[in-house]
């Protein structure tokens, strides 16, 4: 049995960040990190060491790196949840009480729930950058396609960056016409939801981009099955008339997986009691606080919070995170307000991205004096250089978000 003042569960973009921050305003705090991983991924780029245009081994650390001196380490997994009694229990049986508690712990992937997925996953040309063992494979398929069918799904659940099986889909059309096998190849994109993008103001340059690169849109196709030995991909299709199931044959498919909260907060009480929010930690939209245990917080793709799911929004989210929190110690109002900033960077081709960033209700954030809901070369060069930079050296290390700083200087909110 142990006892941290702050428990933090979790050692991610979201559980480094916070306990970064919480040391830099009071370094006398006595902070625990349960963390069960040696590495930490940089997992935005894996898009690009699918595209060939990053190193896989350049988007891992070691995890003793990132922990902040001044935390403690405990290399573990939670397993169990018991916000009555401030507990949290791991697998090795470790009873871990807290006075206040961060659950930062990431989202599921639930690749069993696609049939013939989980044995499937890595050969025969079924990949997926979900997965850092697998993003290169994606690339190896990518670079050495000969043309045919290939497909790139998404999901009906939520999923953590909601670009990222649209972005692959671009490069590969990329990689496919300076490889020369873009016309014998068939590129189609089966989407469970009904439209490009959930933000209405950069679906239409995405719409333009799909039609430039000869894209083949399925909506409303949820993929439910993998069939290895015949190469072909079964869906649910939703139509007027009900659920109607279509094969597809492929030769290459990108699969992005269903994924929901972990198992181990699904069942415990700091669940969202009711469908369709699906066992995430309940916490107000705004202050980040848990709806029924004060002394519990939550941020990034483990939380309710109702905005796209990305580390991007992580850096909008742990200011906000930290300063209740250390208001709430001090028996202070909860004054810090987070708008549900968050960041797509939409790779649109090698040397193009829409840099969207938007909050809870759609409207676009733009932090660069350009038009953010077009292509650019300076974006692209943003995300495979600066963003992950930043990452390392400024959010991980508790720096104050670059990205208010500068709205702020253009006179923006
Ligand atoms: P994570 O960073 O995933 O960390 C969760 C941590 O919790 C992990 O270290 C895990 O080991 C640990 N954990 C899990 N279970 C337990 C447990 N039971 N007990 C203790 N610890 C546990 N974001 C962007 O901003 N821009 C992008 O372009 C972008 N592209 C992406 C592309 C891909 C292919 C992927 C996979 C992700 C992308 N993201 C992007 C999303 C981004 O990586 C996540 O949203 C971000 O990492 C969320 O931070 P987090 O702390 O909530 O979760």
Known sequence: TVHHQIVIIGGGAGGITVAAQLLRQNSKLDIAIIEPSDKHFYQPAWTLVGAGQYHALDTVKDEQELIPAQAKWLKDYVEKLDPDNNLVVTHQGTQVFYDYLVVAAGIQIDWHLIKGLPEALGKGGVCSNYIFEIAPYTWELLNNFAGGNAIFTFPATPIKCAGAPQKIMYLADDIFRKNGVRQKTKITYCAATAKIFAVDAYAPTLMKV??????????????????????????????DGGVQEVTLPYDLIHVAPPMSAPDFIKNSKLATPAAPALGWVDVHKHTLQHKVYPNVFSLGDASSLPTSKTAAAVRGEAPVLVENLLAFINKQALNGYYNGYTCCPLVTGIGKTIMAEFDYDGNPISTFPIDQTQEHYTMWLMKKYALPWVYWNRMLKGQAFEGSFLRKLQGKK
Do not use: Q, W
Request: glycine share 4%; charged share 45%.
């Open 210 to 239: 799909v039609e430039r690169k000869g894209i083949d849109l399925k909506f409303k196709h949820n993929l439910k099955e993998i069939k290895a030995d015949s190469k072909e991909a079964v869906f649910d299709v939703s139509t």
